[in-house]
Every structure is written in structure tokens, then in C-alpha cells.
């Protein structure tokens, strides 16, 4: 366990549904970051959160919403999606000191969405 | 434009063997970079990492190693066994930009 947990580990969803991914971090980290894996494909970051505050959207789709309560969880909403959105949505968080992002960052073990 | 790759998608060796993973990155700003494994079902989990101003890093059975002027960075791992079967990836940043390559497949056969 690398102290990230993700809910659900599972997720089929419609295109027309409103679904959510949540992230919890049980490591003290001040960075938290969302991902999409594709298959096949490098790891494609999405979203940064520093100190509760967002600091990078890497030109993701309106449809992909993130929310950051505090340091410690974190959250993506979705709406509409597309079929091409099925993927594995990583989380990951990090101790971030600096604000930078070079520094390690351990991940959740993702959410496998499907959009029918 | 610059990008993280791997120069082989697979590698297949016999249990026991070395293993040895590379990477080629192009971006001369990256000052920091890190070895990443991933098993079926699982998110990535960090192995290794180094920074700028080394060029070689060891750890327990995996060494990295940095070679700044090819911009290269490769993975060793000693004594493969089945359990490192996975794929491996590797990542290059700095504070403004983290990149992930695509990832190798390492297989371990018996």
C-alpha cells in the first residue's frame, strides 16, 4: 500500500451520467495530482493541486472537473463523457516542498472507468 | 519536439539474469528523474530515482543510471525474479514539467 487509496476501483458509466472519483492521500502530502492512462499511451497528467490550489489544467475537457476540499482528498467529477475517455484515472500525491514538480510522487492503484 | 521514450516496448529474460531498461529523453532542463513499476491492476510504484547531479544511483538490486550528455537513463536490475515482471517506466522533470514514457514491458521467464 502506498498510502493513496481510490474509490471506485470500478466504474461504468453512461454518457449522459454524472459520476465521481474520489482520492484519498494518508501520507501528509501537500500535492495532489490526477492522471489518465491509456493503453498503450504515457501517462497523460491533468490536473495539479498545490496547497489546495490548483496549479496546472493541463487542456482537459470542461467534462472533467476537479475539486480539492483540502490537502488530503481530491476529487474528479464527470459529465458527459465520451467513449474515448475510458482509461485508468491515477491518483497521485507528493510532499512537494518547493511547489515544483519535481519530486516523487506515489500513486493510487486508479480508477478503471468505461464509458458506454 | 521533445519527448520521453522507450527504445524497446518488451524484454524478455531468464530468471536470474540482469535486466536492464533504458530510456532516452530530450529535454536538457529535466533535472530529475524516476523509475516507476507497474504491475496488472495496480498504479504505478516508484523504484528508483536520481537527480542531476549524479550519474549513478543504487538501491537495493536496481541501480540507475544518468548519462546527461545522450540524455539517456537506463534501469539495471540484478538478479531478475518473476516478481519483477512488469512494466516500467520512466519519468523526467523539473518544476515546471513532469513527462512520462510509455513504458516497457519486462517479462521473467522461469
Known amino acids: 500500500e502506498t498510502g493513496v487509496t481510490q474509490t471506485p476501483r470500478h466504474l461504468v458509466m453512461g454518457m449522459t451520467n454524472k459520476k465521481s472519483l474520489k482520492c484519498e492521500q494518508h501520507?501528509?502530502?501537500?500535492?495532489m495530482y490526477w492522471y489518465k492512462q491509456s493503453a498503450k499511451k504515457p501517462l497523460e497528467l491533468m490536473f495539479v493541486y498545490n496547497f489546495k490550489e490548483q496549479t496546472e489544467n493541463n487542456s482537459v475537457p470542461s467534462r472533467f472537473s476537479p475539486e480539492c476540499p483540502n490537502s488530503s482528498h481530491l476529487f474528479l467529477h464527470l459529465h458527459t463523457l465520451q467513449p474515448e475517455d475510458s482509461a485508468l484515472y491515477l491518483c497521485a500525491s507528493s510532499l512537494n516542498p518547493s511547489g515544483g514538480l519535481a519530486d516523487t510522487q506515489y500513486f493510487g492503484p486508479g480508477t478503471r472507468l468505461t464509458v458506454l | 519536439g521533445e519527448n520521453v521514450g522507450l527504445h524497446l516496448p518488451t524484454l524478455s529474460v531468464q530468471e536470474g539474469d540482469n535486466s536492464i531498461i533504458n530510456c532516452a529523453y530530450s529535454n536538457s532542463a529535466s533535472d530529475y528523474f524516476i523509475w516507476y513499476k507497474q504491475e496488472s491492476g495496480k498504479g504505478p510504484q516508484f523504484i528508483i530515482d536520481?537527480?542531476?547531479?549524479?550519474d549513478k544511483r543504487q538501491g537495493q538490486r536496481v541501480t540507475v543510471l544518468l548519462n546527461k550528455t545522450v540524455k539517456h537513463l537506463s534501469l539495471q536490475i540484478a538478479a531478475t525474479q518473476p516478481g519483477d515482471s512488469a512494466v516500467y517506466f520512466c519519468a523526467e522533470s523539473n518544476n515546471n514539467d513532469m513527462r512520462f514514457g510509455a513504458g516497457t514491458r519486462l517479462t521473467v521467464k522461469p
Open positions: 536520481i537527480r542531476s547531479n549524479m
Open positions: 501520507l501528509g502530502h501537500n500535492a
